[in-house]
């Protein structure tokens, strides 16, 4: 590894599992500093014995991303320990298969304050400190599902299109401030979430996948890489799509 992030300290939002987990371990690999925020407190501190173990940097902090206070105790208690926030991948998000005769209001409404409210709540919470320190740069995990329609799921892709908008919105808002903001649309990748789909789903997008395979959460993490680095110094309001050419057809 080249250590391209060795003056970034990160907040992965979801991190203790899937692309969130692949997040942490190949940032900390690039040398960045590491905070994992999660709800599932015994798979964070796990993770991060194994990352320590392996010569990185990273600490786990009980994160609701739904909850404005614990944000704010999140974004504090990183401050405190590496001195600075520069970078946040708002990664956190659940999925939902509910069509929309199906949903109910308070499916809608928990799916879009994980995946929606979350996401704004972190670039607010974050925010502040990166401008203290001259720019940053936040990573939204949005979806394709976020760009292109399914007849199912109709909660996850009014959550996920938001995120895509949210994003060029926050992107013009803060370039006079050198902060960068991009979101990440993935594929299916072999994560707990996509795995809870019935193998059929799963069979049905791998033949309609081009390169005729599900994705790998590392593969996410590496777009996010150069998003996050200083290679990415011109790139703010885009979308990376990472879904082996799905929605190219
Ligand atoms: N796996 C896929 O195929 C796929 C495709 C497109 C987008 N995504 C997106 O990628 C992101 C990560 O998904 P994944 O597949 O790794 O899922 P995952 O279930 O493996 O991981 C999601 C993590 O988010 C955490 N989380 C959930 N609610 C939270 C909350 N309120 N506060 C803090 N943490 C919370 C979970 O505990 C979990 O560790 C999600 O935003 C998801 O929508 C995934």
């Given at each position: 590894m080249t250590g391209r992030l060795h003056d970034k300290v990160v907040l992965i939002s979801g991190g203790a599992s899937g692309i969130g987990a692949a997040h942490a371990q190949r940032f900390a690999k690039e040398g960045a500093k590491v905070v994992i925020g999660d709800l599932q407190e015994e798979m964070g501190q796990e993770l991060i014995v194994k990352i320590n173990k392996e010569g990185g940097d990273a600490e786990f902090l009980l994160l609701d991303v739904t909850n404005e206070d614990s944000w704010a105790k999140v974004v504090s208690s990183t401050v405190s320990r590496y001195g600075k926030l520069t970078s946040l991948i708002n990664n956190a998000g659940i999925g939902s298969g509910k069509k929309t005769e199906a949903e109910t209001v308070e499916g809608w409404n928990r799916i879009c304050a994980v995946n929606q409210t979350g996401v704004w709540l972190g670039m607010r919470a974050s925010i502040p400190e990166m401008l203290k320190v001259g720019g940053g740069s936040i990573v939204n995990i949005s979806s394709i599902y976020g760009m292109v329609g399914s007849p199912a799921m109709i909660a996850y892709h009014a959550s996920k299109g938001a995120v895509r908008l949210m994003t060029k919105a926050a992107a013009l808002e803060y370039a006079p401030k050198n902060i960068r903001i991009n979101s990440v649309h993935p594929g299916i990748i072999e994560t707990p979430l996509a795995m809870a789909m019935p193998d059929k789903h799963i069979d049905i997008f791998v033949e309609k996948t081009p390169l005729g395979r599900l994705g790998k959460p590392g593969e996410i993490a590496a777009g996010s890489l150069f998003l996050i680095s200083?290679?990415?110094?011109?790139?703010?309001?885009s979308e990376l799509v990472i879904d082996g050419g799905f929605t190219a057809q």
């Amino acid at each position: 590894m080249t250590g391209r992030l060795h003056d970034k300290v990160v907040l992965i939002s979801g991190g203790a599992s899937g692309i969130g987990a692949a997040h942490a371990q190949r940032f900390a690999k690039e040398g960045a500093k590491v905070v994992i925020g999660d709800l599932q407190e015994e798979m964070g501190q796990e993770l991060i014995v194994k990352i320590n173990k392996e010569g990185g940097d990273a600490e786990f902090l009980l994160l609701d991303v739904t909850n404005e206070d614990s944000w704010a105790k999140v974004v504090s208690s990183t401050v405190s320990r590496y001195g600075k926030l520069t970078s946040l991948i708002n990664n956190a998000g659940i999925g939902s298969g509910k069509k929309t005769e199906a949903e109910t209001v308070e499916g809608w409404n928990r799916i879009c304050a994980v995946n929606q409210t979350g996401v704004w709540l972190g670039m607010r919470a974050s925010i502040p400190e990166m401008l203290k320190v001259g720019g940053g740069s936040i990573v939204n995990i949005s979806s394709i599902y976020g760009m292109v329609g399914s007849p199912a799921m109709i909660a996850y892709h009014a959550s996920k299109g938001a995120v895509r908008l949210m994003t060029k919105a926050a992107a013009l808002e803060y370039a006079p401030k050198n902060i960068r903001i991009n979101s990440v649309h993935p594929g299916i990748i072999e994560t707990p979430l996509a795995m809870a789909m019935p193998d059929k789903h799963i069979d049905i997008f791998v033949e309609k996948t081009p390169l005729g395979r599900l994705g790998k959460p590392g593969e996410i993490a590496a777009g996010s890489l150069f998003l996050i680095s200083d290679d990415a110094s011109f790139v703010t309001g885009s979308e990376l799509v990472i879904d082996g050419g799905f929605t190219a057809q």
